[in-house]
């Protein structure tokens, strides 16, 4: 009894909700994409329907929809009055292709294939023809040896035969060359012929890509509902133009974005905000597995690390991690979700190993890395008026933020590396956004003067920007004297030098003179202590902090005006070398210390890192 109440309704429901579809209408409606955000790879992208209509049951087909879609993406919102209660993709093939025109191109194109048949026909027939006088030609040189052996030649039927022989040899020449041009010139035009049908079918024959909405339309009032998706084929980069002007302390900053948008749809006068967030589709959480550990014989390989190779293993890791991270993030599936919720846990468990092997020293390295490259906080930049971005190859700009900021423009001369003298202008970011690391085109006085690249700033942060060289003004070293003498056992040299700033300019310009002493923080039998110096020190807290504790000597002077030879700026100073006499100087950077390179270029990366934010 209670079985057949259960089939009974059943069959019930079943009839409720085939009847349920039958009395559903279907409308079709493409709507208006009125919203996109656009992240660094892909974009979301709203699209807005009017509903119209009696209430009831509706199936919404959404046509039109682009190419780069992400069908997982698909989803849908309705408001009072209209509930959303699936939304579901499907693509299908359609053809509108101009069939007269395409008819008419494959008359023609038959016709040339047909020729180019007869010819092919022709051209076999002229190889019979030639190979049947072999044949002839073979038997009456035979016929005729033999008829004169017994004298018996027929000398005058030798000679016809032997020039109709000639003849047909000719004409069947001739013939085949007109056979070869006619054939060349029909091929040609098949191959015009060919190239116009492809150019008028082709994307005659296209997917169309649609979204069907089943609805329940509560009132007879008028609905929109909201149709979301993610498309790839997209993405934005931050591009920057810096204005300078050399008689104001101010620098013009033009924050753009360069977008690239090739979705297949057209947005038009939509609502645009940029972000560097990577989209969530997955609204689950990971999970967290147990860290099981084993004992292994044997030497520790994570132990044998280096602090380089370490520093490059945990980076690795890192990376690693943040992949595993993005596909836990935009997996639905139960089971897929499971599967990179998985490599997460697998991934972190590599790196608390290394956590786990390594003294304090190498721990203080895992610190550094993790803080250098932890992401920092997604930023997105709402566009004030409506924009329109076509679906094109080429990219696209539209401008972000434009304003003036306070600068201090000023010199710098590293005569120890170049004769040029550099300029820059020390920045601080006081806009109303946070700035990211972009390629930036540098003006001067309104003149071009090169390309560059900014790291990420902070609202609030200073930073440095380079304006190219000075094409007036020069810097120059000189060694004025060398001295060896002795101190007990040991040798002790000293070295005067005297660095040279020419200003050509009619004005008198801040400077920032560069140079180095030899500096080695690890060998305790070298002494290097600085003499006499005609200008002080400068008195920068950043350069007092991390440049000067490593040799690296600063002086900020003023180069006077229209000053050149005798009359240019210098700076004099004087430093000491004490070692003992059976050692020698070295440099690190031979190829018998190569293992200490990545240590050495870590350190100059991270002291001009910190430079430019000064």
Known sequence: MNRFLGVTMVCVILLQASAV?????????????????LYRGQAQVVREIPVTGKSGSLELVVSNLPQQLQPTSLFGEGGAGLEVRAVRYRS??????????????????????????????????????????????????????????KGALNAESLQQIT????????????????????EREFRKDLELLQRKRNEITRGSSKTLHEAVLFLEKTGNADQRVRLTYLVSGCGWNPAYNFRADSKENKVAVEYNALIRQMSGENWDRVKLTLSTATPQLSAA????????????????????????????????????QRGFTVSQQNTIGIWDNLRA???????????????LCNGAKKLAVLQQVRLADADGPSLSYRMDTPVSLASRNDQQ??????????????????????????????????????????????????????????????????????????????????????????????????????LVVENYKRAKLPVRVMERLPYTPDNKDLNVT???MTDKLSKDPLYLRLEEPKGILRWDIEAPAEASGAEARMVNFSYELEYARDHYLANPMHAQATDQLPAQQDEFFELQKNRLKQ
Not at 121 to 149: C, H, I
């Open 163 to 182: 020039l109709f022989c000639f003849e047909q040899r000719e004409q069947a020449a001739a013939e085949s060359i007109k056979l070869r041009r006619e």
């Open 21 to 37: 579809g039958a009395s559903a209408r279907t409308e079709r409606a493409d709507g208006k994409v009125t919203e996109v955000t």
């Open 397 to 498: 700009m539209i401008r972000i933020m434009r304003k003036a900021l306070n600068s201090r423009l000023y010199h710098v001369a590293i005569p120890v590396l170049s004769g040029n003298v550099y300029r820059e202008a020390g920045l601080q970011n006081t806009t109303d956004v946070d700035l990211l690391s972009g390629q930036v085109s540098m003006y001067l006085d309104g003149r071009f003067v090169g390309r560059s690249e900014i790291p990420t700033v902070a609202r609030g942060q200073k930073f440095v920007v380079g304006f190219g060289a000075d094409p007036q003004l020069r810097t120059s070293r000189e060694l004025v004297k060398r001295e060896e003498t002795t101190r007990g056992g040991n040798l002790v040299v000293k070295f005067d030098y005297r």
């Open 285 to 320: 959480a990971p999970g967290l597995a147990p860290f099981r550990v084993m004992l292994a014989r044997g030497e520790d390989p994570n132990r044998k690390l280096s602090e380089v190779g370490l520093k490059q293993k945990a980076n690795l890791l890192i990376q690693r």
């Open 92 to 149: 299908r093939a359609v053809g509108d292709a101009p069939v007269k025109a395409i008819a008419e191109l494959d008359g023609k194109i038959q016709k040339l294939q047909d020729d180019l048949a007869l010819i092919e026909q022709k051209k076999q027939l002229v190889d019979k023809r030639n190979a049947y006088l072999d044949k002839l030609e073979n038997f009456v040189a035979s016929t005729a040896k033999t008829d004169q052996g």
């Open 530 to 532: 600085l003499a006499a």
């Open 341 to 355: 919720n998985w490599s997460m846990n697998a991934g972190a468990n590599d790196y608390q190993l290394l956590e």
